[in-house]
C-alpha cells in the first residue's frame, strides 16, 4: 500500500493543523495505522497509533491530550488533529500503516511509510 501525507504549514503556537494520510486501499479491515514525527537533528519518534478496527488508541505523553488519530469515512484516509500546538511540535510528520498488526510505538513494526508533511510552529 502506498501513502500520502498532507495538511502540514505554519501555525501559531496555541494553534490547530490536521494532517490526512491518504492510502492507495482500504485499509480499515486489516491495517492499524501510526503517526510519527522526526525534528531536525533528532530521530524519528512515535506520536500515535490505533488499531485497524479503531478501538484502541495510544499516544505519546508529549501529545497526549492534544492529538487526536481517527480514520475517515472513505475508510483508506487516517487523520491526526492536532491542537494546542507547541514549537516543540514543529517537525517532518510521518504517516505508517502496519499490515495485520495491532498497532505500535516502534517505528520498527510498520510495513509502509508515506513521504512526511512538514508543520512548523512559530510566531
Known amino acids: 500500500v502506498q501513502l500520502q501525507a498532507s495538511g502540514g504549514g505554519l501555525v501559531q503556537p496555541g494553534g490547530s493543523l490536521r494532517l490526512s494520510c491518504a492510502a492507495s486501499r482500504r485499509t480499515s479491515t486489516s491495517y492499524s495505522m501510526g503517526w510519527f514525527r522526526q525534528a531536525q537533528g533528532k530521530e524519528r519518534e512515535f506520536v500515535a497509533t490505533m488499531h485497524w478496527s479503531g478501538g484502541s488508541r495510544y499516544y505519546a505523553d508529549a501529545v497526549k491530550g492534544r492529538f487526536t488519530i481517527s480514520r475517515g469515512t472513505a475508510e483508506n484516509t487516517a487523520y491526526l488533529q492536532m491542537n494546542s500546538l507547541k514549537p516543540e511540535d514543529t517537525a517532518v510528520y510521518y504517516c505508517?500503516?502496519?499490515?495485520?498488526?495491532?498497532?505500535?510505538?516502534?517505528?520498527?513494526?510498520?510495513?509502509?511509510w508515506g513521504q512526511g508533511t512538514l508543520v512548523t510552529v512559530s510566531s
Open positions: 505508517a500503516a502496519q499490515q495485520y498488526g495491532l498497532g505500535s510505538t516502534r517505528k520498527e513494526a510498520y510495513n509502509f
